[in-house]
């Protein structure tokens, strides 16, 4: 039987989504200038243990609490947990633009002061009443493609690299979902100092591609 895709979704997923993702580099950037990221293995293990240390036990669970109803205390304790002015700028510049898209999509706009990207995409995929397991699939591919896609500017590596790292990190987001869903309340919370160490430096980087 085969398995019915909302293409709304890949919309939301695509890296065309008018929001500037491919302006940041979530910190990779700073990884790259310090020495920490140097070639296609490095990256793919930065990039593994920020989506296992950070995204899935902070963005990601909180992003399907969203699905469930976006609220301003799930977006303030989003924006709250950003460890940085580059990374917590980030969220709120691609929510912002997100959501100034969404009535042109159907779907009404977050009144809030400041939108954090997760609570954007989590009314639009709410409203279009996409399953939040597929919700989460689809921001945890779009966020690996994203970091994919700064590595082979930043370090620079090759497209096969690229490829190859998207076959490998791919697989893994099945189990990270897994994990996503179990992360209680009382265990929210971002592990990832060398990303927030790295990050602050970035903002006074001397030469850089990418706003964080």
Request: aromatic fraction near 8%; avoid cysteine.
């Amino acid at each position: 039987m085969a398995t019915s895709i909302d293409p709304r979704l890949l919309q939301l997923a695509s890296p065309v989504l008018p929001v500037g993702a491919y302006s940041y580099s979530g910190g990779l950037e700073a990884a790259v200038e310090a020495g920490v990221v140097v070639d296609a293995a490095t990256a793919q293990q930065w990039i593994s243990d920020v989506l296992e240390y950070s995204v899935a036990r902070m963005e990601a669970p909180i992003l399907l609490r969203m699905m469930k109803g976006v609220s301003e205390d799930l977006n303030q304790t989003f924006l709250a947990s950003r460890e940085t002015a580059e990374l917590r700028a980030e969220t709120v510049q691609m929510g912002f633009s997100l959501n100034k898209l969404l009535p042109e999509l159907g779907v009404a706009r977050l009144e809030m002061e400041e939108v954090s990207f997760p609570a954007a995409f989590a009314q639009a995929a709410a409203s279009w009443k996409i399953e939040p397991k597929a919700a989460l699939i689809a921001y945890l591919w779009s966020w690996v493609e994203n970091q994919v896609m700064a590595a082979i500017k930043a370090v620079p590596l090759g497209q096969t690299d690229g490829q190859r790292m998207l076959l490998h990190l791919g697989a893994r987001i099945e189990e990270t979902v897994g994990q996503v869903e179990m992360v209680r309340d009382e265990d929210l919370g971002n592990f990832a100092p060398g990303l927030a160490v790295l990050s602050s430096r970035h903002e006074t980087q001397y030469s850089r591609l990418f706003r964080s």
